[in-house]
């Protein structure tokens, strides 16, 4: 009895671990939105590793810009289904529009619901980029995806559109002030003119009053023949009429990217800049 005495005394002083009840435990991370799934990834190997559970949308060519990106063998869940639920997450990432009842039932089964707000333009990723890293304790990573973020935003900048007046126009809304369009448009030279107008968010515009504002540049989403789409808008009663027509100036980008709310956002800039200088003046 006092050897077995000893070597507990012993072992107390040791160093040597402590119940595993006080070992950290891995965080578990479920991301439910195409915007969380792409900053997870970026953030590098380390994160990607604890990762147990991404959007059901994320390999939808439809909506999400980073198809194919994530290995098949993360399961792909909805909000407050049985099996993110079965995955047991220590925390899972949510939008600010997901369904309340779903979040307070994250809640009660104790996991760490981090919902991610604000989609108006860059400032915003930035926030919903520190506030992911935040959640996974990897600010450092998120800090290096900001800074690359900027360095590309910093390169993309460009007097293109030398005050040209634009508006990106989808199913009946426009982009107006407080968009990621607006910041795109603004990086590449432009006057977003719903935002002149004083219009905020995504309003609804009808096609007459998109004519009467005769733009000099109309953004439109496209599927697969971008080309084509852009031939066909352009020829639209009304808008045939529009100097955007007239001059070229029908930019048709795939939707994924026109409505990307991350890193994507410089390309929309990039593509801007692009076709307002393959186009004449």
């Not at 109309?218 to 599927?223: A, M, S, T």
């Not at 994924?256 to 004449?280: H, N, S």
């Amino acid at each position: 009895m006092r050897f077995a005495g000893l070597v507990i005394g012993l072992l107390a002083v040791s160093g040597c671990p402590r119940p595993s009840a006080e070992t950290p435990t891995t965080v578990r991370i479920a991301s439910v939105t195409i915007d969380s799934d792409a900053t997870l990834w970026a953030l590098g190997e380390p994160v990607r590793g604890n990762v147990v559970a991404v959007s059901a949308l994320v390999d939808d060519a439809r909506y999400s810009p980073i198809t194919n990106t994530w290995p098949a063998s993360i399961p792909r869940v909805k909000g407050t289904s049985e099996s993110l639920l079965a995955l047991q997450p220590s925390v899972v990432f949510l939008a600010e529009w997901s369904d309340p009842a779903g979040r307070a039932l994250l809640e009660q089964s104790n996991i760490e619901v981090v919902v991610l707000s604000g989609y108006g333009g860059f400032e915003d990723y930035r926030a919903r980029v520190r506030s992911i890293a935040k959640a996974v304790d990897a600010t450092p990573r998120g800090d290096a995806v900001i800074e690359a973020f900027d360095v590309s935003l910093r390169a993309a900048r460009s007097n293109a559109g030398a005050g040209l007046s634009i508006v990106s126009y989808a199913n009946g809304n426009v982009a107006a002030a407080g968009t990621t369009f607006a910041d795109e448009a603004e990086a590449a030279g432009f006057v977003n003119l719903p935002s002149r107008e004083g219009l905020e968010g995504h309003p609804g515009v009808s096609l007459e009053q998109l004519v009467a504002w005769q733009p000099a540049a109309i953004v439109i989403p496209c599927e697969s023949d971008c080309a084509q789409t852009e031939a066909a808008f352009a020829r639209r009663p009304g808008v045939e009429a529009t100097p955007a027509a007239k001059q070229g100036r029908i930019i048709a980008i795939e939707g994924p990217l026109l409505f990307a709310t991350g890193p994507r956002m410089v390309e929309v800039t990039r593509a801007l800049t692009q076709r307002i200088e393959e186009a004449p003046r």
